[in-house]
């Protein structure tokens, strides 16, 4: 059974810093592209960034460029998202999702298995 | 950057009734053009894939079509369970969501 657990979210002040996490398991992690998404309250869902099975190649929205980095360990089966310079329009649950094997672009395949998401506050 | 819109912004209908969601593209995106489900406090759930693929486990009442800009989602017959709100998605390049169009009880 495929499983994405997020954590990392909290209460963090604007310019600052916050790491999130996502453990998967019940699939062979480095054979996927991963992604983040967020969801700001009482939103909709935005796309943040993705990354490539081997970690090679990234991709990011432009409202998050510069400032977030995406990277995954496939030794420890865990995907990251390195949020830096945070602001109060950052604040959102944070999903990260598996892309299946299917239905495939160039670029990017459809998500299909998504952890219960992190919830990350930016407030003084 | 490819931009989605998604008509109407919200819907109430009936258990029984013929539900149809329609999204649009800004520029042809072929049928790399996904569907999720999300209820009130959950992740979102994939119905829909590459236009009209019918994602392992979901009701036969889903289907998704449409070609280029222009797509649609329909519910054949409503079911209680079914009352969520449902985004449309891009994946021609990275990926782009619709605004989302909320299905409540009449």
């Known amino acids: 059974e495929v499983q994405l657990l997020e954590s990392g979210g909290g209460l963090v002040q604007p310019g600052g810093s916050l790491r999130l996490s996502c453990a998967a398991s019940?699939?062979?992690?480095?054979?996927?592209?991963m992604s983040w998404v967020r969801q700001a309250p009482g939103k909709g869902l935005e796309w943040v960034s993705a990354?490539?099975?081997?970690?090679?190649?990234?991709y990011y929205a432009d409202s998050v460029k510069g400032r977030f980095t995406i990277s995954r360990d496939n030794s420890k089966n865990t995907l990251y998202l390195q949020m830096n310079s945070l602001r109060a329009e950052d604040t959102a649950v944070y999903y990260c999702?598996?892309?299946?094997?299917?239905?495939?672009?160039?670029?990017?395949?459809?998500?299909?298995?998504w952890g219960q998401g992190t919830l990350v506050t930016v407030s003084s | 950057d490819i931009q989605m819109t998604q008509s109407p912004s919200s819907l109430s209908a009936s258990v029984g009734d013929r539900v149809t969601i329609t999204c649009r593209a800004s520029?042809?995106?072929?049928?790399?053009l996904n569907w999720y489900q999300q209820k009130p406090g959950k992740a979102p759930k994939l119905l829909i894939y590459?236009?009209?693929s019918l994602q392992s486990g979901v009701p036969s009442r889903f289907s998704g079509s449409g070609s280029g800009t222009d797509f649609t989602l329909t519910i054949s017959s409503l079911q209680p369970e079914d009352f969520a709100t449902y985004y449309c998605?891009?994946?021609?390049?990275?990926?782009?969501f619709g605004p989302g169009t909320k299905v409540d009880i009449k």
């Open positions: 999702a598996k892309e299946a094997p299917w239905g495939c672009s160039s670029t990017s395949c459809p998500p299909d298995y």
């Open positions: 019940g699939f062979t992690f480095s054979s996927y592209a």
């Open positions: 990354i490539s099975g081997s970690g090679g190649s990234t």
């Open positions: 520029q042809s995106i072929s049928s790399y």
């Open positions: 590459a236009a009209s």
């Open positions: 998605q891009q994946s021609y390049s990275t990926f782009t």
